[in-house]
């Protein structure tokens, strides 16, 4: 069974703090990892995209790396701002001809002014 | 550029009753998938259209069915509904099936009594 696990579970920062997310996947082969922000209330917003054959990928402040090897995946938040108070999913898509992809339960994450 | 649309946004229903919900996507994208997301089992697709035929389906019950429009607009319908389909109903546009840029909208947060 196709497994996404994420840790911590909710995270509590300091603003200007940076933090890493972590993402341990069981699915093989894979076509792509994802990571989200979803603010409360709100459907989640695609931060990066990455191919099983990517190392890392930023979008501004958001740097997302991946090790096929180890199955493991790293969201890093530099320079922690309060708007980045939202929960953070990990979701990966295998490849193959099934597209049902698996998500992670997400870490809360909780900038403190 | 509109993003994906979805409506109702809040949807109070009685057990027992069916429910439909709407979601149109974004201009030129052809393929719609849903989610369920819950606070215990987070988000978990539900099912993909593409061009007017169901694609891929998660691992929900019969009750749960979809269907989407030439126009690409999809329809989710629930019927006989429990307590524990209370959830917010997450739908994602993409330009094609098991494309790596997926579009969520806000979603329906729907509520069973």
């Known amino acids: 069974k196709n497994q996404v696990e994420q840790s911590p579970q909710s995270l509590i920062i300091l603003e200007g703090k940076n933090c890493t997310l972590q993402?341990?996947?069981?699915?093989?082969?894979?076509?792509?990892l994802r990571w989200y922000k979803q603010d409360t209330g709100r459907g989640p917003v695609s931060l990066t995209i990455?191919?099983?054959?990517?190392n890392t990928k930023s979008n501004g402040r958001y740097t997302a790396t991946l090790d096929a090897d180890t199955k493991q995946s790293s969201l890093h938040i530099t320079a922690s701002q309060l708007s980045d108070s939202a929960s953070y999913i990990c979701?990966?898509?295998?490849?193959?001809?099934?597209?049902?992809?698996?998500f992670g339960r997400g870490t809360s994450l909780i900038v403190h002014p | 550029k509109a993003g994906v649309t979805q409506t109702p946004r809040y949807l109070i229903k009685t057990r027992g009753q069916q429910v439909t919900l709407s979601c149109s996507p974004i201009?030129?994208?052809?393929?719609v998938s849903w989610y369920q997301q819950t606070p215990g089992q987070g988000l978990q697709f539900l099912f993909e259209y593409f061009s007017e035929t169901q694609r891929n389906k998660g691992n929900f019950p019969g009750r749960f069915s979809g269907r989407q429009f030439s126009n690409s607009r999809s329809e989710m319908n629930v019927s006989t509904l429990e307590l524990g389909d209370s959830a917010l109903y997450l739908c994602?546009?993409?330009?094609?099936?098991?494309?790596?840029?997926?579009?969520f909208g806000q979603g329906t947060r729907l509520t069973v009594v």
């Open positions: 993402c341990n996947y069981t699915v093989s082969p894979f076509s792509n």
């Open positions: 994602a546009s993409s330009r094609s099936q098991g494309s790596t840029e997926a579009f």
């Open positions: 201009s030129g994208h052809r393929s």
């Open positions: 979701v990966v898509t295998p490849s193959g001809g099934s597209y049902i992809p698996t």
């Open positions: 990455m191919t099983f054959s990517e």
